[in-house]
């Protein structure tokens, strides 16, 4: 079945340093690729996400790029702060109800 | 503006107890989801829904079943707990397929 694979599965990053996580696509349909932060003991919340009809989209210091033809898109925060160390999920969406989610990234930053 | 409210929030239930989870939404959205979230495998689909009165499967539906009588609320009923369902149980609505979605603040859920 369709799946989405995420890496690494944990990442340690220096404050200040960048940090990207990796996500691959099996369905080829996807159209829609959110990334969500989860904070230790809290709600999955998005931090941004993109569409299949654009390579790249930024938002202050994280950006995603999208690769369709490779069915790779990544996520990449520049200039980590203490508060960046969460859980990190990809997913994918083909536009219906479903979306499948990879399995997370644990990014801890490192004062 | 709530959002997306579950509750209970956490519950400890003995093998072969049943319960109810209640999620509420307050955003008008047509989709409701229920995942569940276990160490090193992301979420997982249990249930969804694409409107007031609609059900379907997710990816592991089984041990599990749902409501959607009033657009609003998204029940998840466990008939006979197992200890395979412990988990943290996450509620989720969007305004349509292919979109943002909310999540409620998690059901911590432990089956002795």
């Known amino acids: 079945g369709e799946n989405v694979e995420q890496h690494p599965s944990t990442l340690s990053v220096q404050e200040g340093d960048s940090a990207v996580i990796k996500c691959t696509y099996s369905?080829?349909?996807?159209?829609?690729f959110p990334w969500y932060k989860q904070e230790l003991g809290k709600r999955p919340q998005l931090i941004i996400d993109i569409r299949s009809n654009v390579g790249e989209k930024k938002d202050q210091r994280i950006a995603v790029t999208l690769n369709k033809t490779a069915k790779h898109f990544s996520l990449h925060i520049t200039e980590t702060q203490p508060e960046d160390s969460a859980v990190y999920f990809c997913a994918a969406s083909t536009g219906g109800f479903k979306t499948i989610f990879g399995a997370g990234t644990r990014l801890f930053v490192k004062a | 503006n709530a959002g997306v409210t579950q509750t209970p929030k956490f519950r400890v239930l003995k093998t072969g107890q049943s319960m109810t989870l209640l999620c509420a939404q307050d955003m008008n959205h047509e989709y409701m989801y229920w995942y569940r979230q276990d160490p090193g495998m992301g979420l997982r689909l249990i249930h969804y829904s694409v409107g007031e009165g609609t059900t379907a499967k997710g990816e592991v539906p089984d041990g599990y079943n749902v409501s959607r009588l009033k657009k609003q609320n998204f029940l998840l009923g466990l008939e006979s707990a197992a200890p395979s369902q412990t988990s943290v149980y996450f509620c989720?609505?969007?305004?349509?397929?292919?979109?943002?979605?909310?999540f409620g603040a998690g059901t911590r859920l432990s089956v002795l």
């Open positions: 989720a609505s969007s305004p349509s397929g292919g979109d943002i979605q909310y």
């Open positions: 369905d080829s349909a996807s159209n829609y």
